[in-house]
């Protein structure tokens, strides 16, 4: 069965200090792999797909990295409004269909 | 302007009442779909629909019956509404580009089944 696993569940950062969420996953035939930020009360909000291994995206303080059997989003320097739950999802080729993880919760503390 | 929107934005209503939630979107994507977010904010697909037609149904009580009228909404509608279908529930939609695909997300409708 597909799987994605996110770790830590919660994290707690200090403002300026950089860390790294991870997701792992068992989805064969990888399609794409997806992160979303989610804010309190509101809808995940669209961050990056990665296709292959190797691949990188930058946005802001966020880089996404993509491995075969993992994802790493790193966040250099957070600030306060970085605090957010952090979604990592995976599709499998030939289907639309996501399977998400559950979630890290960041909390940035100024 | 918003790209995904549902309606209502809350939702509370007394076990084995039907109800109907709204989604429309504005980005002239094919496809869309229903996830339910639970109390432990864990997202599961339910339905995806392309071009009006139901592609993804994940194992989901017969009581939810999604509707499609255009490529531009996507309803879900709930009989018998049980307690443990308190949730809130989230409309999205998606295109496959030569740029790749992206998911966006409606703001969710939080269901209270008392």
């Known amino acids: 069965e597909d799987q994605v696993t996110q770790s830590p569940e919660a994290l707690r950062l200090q403002e300026g200090e950089s860390s790294s969420l991870n997701c792992s996953y068992t989805v064969s035939g990888l399609r794409g792999l997806f992160w979303y930020r989610q804010d309190p009360g509101k809808g995940p909000e669209f961050l990056f797909t990665?296709?292959?291994a190797g691949e990188e995206k930058e946005k802001e303080r966020l880089k996404a990295t993509l491995t075969k059997k993992e994802s790493f989003l790193h966040i250099t320097a957070p600030k306060p409004e970085d605090s957010a739950t952090y979604l990592c999802?995976?599709?499998?080729?030939?289907?639309?269909?996501?399977?998400f993880g559950k979630g890290t919760k960041l909390t940035v503390n100024p | 302007d918003t790209a995904v929107s549902q309606t209502p934005k809350y939702l509370v209503t007394q076990m084995g009442n039907d109800k109907s939630i709204k989604c429309e979107q504005n980005l002239g994507h094919d496809t869309m779909y229903w996830y339910k977010q639970d109390s432990k904010k864990f997202l599961k697909i339910m339905f995806s629909y392309n071009n009006k037609e139901l592609i993804i149904n994940e194992t989901v009580p017969n009581r939810f019956s999604p509707k499609s009228p255009d490529k531009a909404h996507l309803n879900l509608h709930i009989n018998s509404l049980e307690l443990g279908d308190s949730a809130v529930y989230f409309c999205?939609?998606?295109?496959?580009?030569?740029?790749?695909?992206?998911?966006?997300f409606g703001p969710g409708t939080r269901l209270l089944v008392l």
């Open positions: 999802a995976a599709s499998q080729g030939g289907s639309e269909k996501l399977v």
């Open positions: 999205a939609s998606s295109q496959f580009t030569t740029s790749g695909e992206t998911q966006y």
């Open positions: 990665l296709y292959s």
